[in-house]
Nanobody
Framework: QVQLVESGGGLVQAGGSLRLSCAAA????????MAWFRQAPGKERELVAT????????YLKGSVKGRFAISRDSAKNTVYLQMNSLNPEDTAIYYC??????????????????WGQGTQVTVSS
């Protein structure tokens, strides 16, 4: 098991930016595919972005392409989600997840077996 801790959420006006961080304690993230999911009230948890263990491949949900970016820093054992041009539809709890380093994108939450507690992102109009 990997303990994941998210940070960086908050309240921001539309058009603003936030950077979420996901740090791991006690175990390296270097062998995991990492992902960011989000869940808005009354909606299912959805994949926002994912990155392979060696960072050579990333995936972004269509509605966030050009605005969000996922990255990882192996030295800091941390994964990031840079979010720009935020809009109210981005309001949700954002979760970090670690899963197997498959060559194909894992879109289902059930494919990931390590989760953080989530961080709230609220975008006001």
């Amino acid at each position: 098991q990997v303990q994941l801790v998210e940070s960086g959420g908050g309240l921001v006006q539309a058009g603003g930016s936030l950077r979420l961080s996901c740090a791991a304690a006690g175990r390296t993230l270097s062998t995991y595919r990492m992902a960011w999911f989000r869940q808005a009230p009354g909606k299912e948890r959805e994949l926002v972005a994912t990155i392979r263990a060696n960072a050579d491949s990333t995936y972004l949900k269509g509605s966030v392409k050009g605005r969000f970016a996922i990255s990882r820093d192996s030295a800091k054992n941390t994964v990031y989600l840079q979010m720009n041009s935020l809009n109210p539809e981005d309001t949700a709890i954002y979760y970090c997840a670690a899963g197997p380093d498959t060559s194909y994108v894992l879109t289902s939450p059930s494919a990931y077996n390590n989760w953080g507690q989530g961080t709230q992102v609220t975008v006001s109009s």
